[in-house]
């Protein structure tokens, strides 16, 4: 009998072997990322071009610093335009016919107009400045000796009469818009004076005594009977 034994055994050493390990997966196969290797002189320039940048920034800064603090920003107020009301008001005294009121408010109260404006518009010529009061509102002045309904309903923008104001030791007539402009209107020596803004009361009073007191100073109109000013 043959030996089989050793025929099996040839067969067995000559076939591929069916537990040959399967080569192992790279890291990419694997699903993990590859990271970029950067050579030491490459991340070198890098650090050094933002090194660079920052460097260069701080330099411009420094540059203009002193530049932005030689010229500071303008204060909230603003600008504040120099109107000399007494002057103005001496002007206009010829073409207005009576002494315009130029009230002495106090250097919180700033006037950005002061003119006397013809009868275009209203049909009324009058006096006119305008006040920044003290907690940046504003407050309109107007005054004729030529008032009537009309001109009185465009100045106080129709609003009703709600009541009376002391200032100055005198009744203002109060109209109130309920929309935060008021109107306080004086008919006193030949002249009506109207204070129309937003302002508050108090501030409203205050300008309104200092009306009064240059009223009082100035010499009284002369009026008659049919141009007399509106109650």
Known sequence: MGDYRRVSDTQDQSAPSSRAQAPTPSPATAGHPVKPVIPAAAAKRANASVIGMIIALLVSVAAFLPIVLMNPSPKSDGFRPNIDVSAVASN?????????????????????????????????????????????????????SKANPTWLVQQTKSAPVTGTRNAGGKEWELHDTGKGEKSMVLAYRGTTVVLAGDANLEEFAVLAAAVVKSLESNPAVTVSPSASPAP
């Open 92 to 144: 206009a005294k010829g073409v207005a016919g009576f002494t315009p009121v130029a009230p002495a408010a106090g250097d919180t109260f700033h006037p950005n107009y002061a003119r006397w404006a013809a009868a275009s518009g209203t049909g009324v010529a009058a006096w006119e400045v305008g006040y920044v009061t003290p907690k940046e509102k504003f407050i309109g002045l107007t005054q004729t």
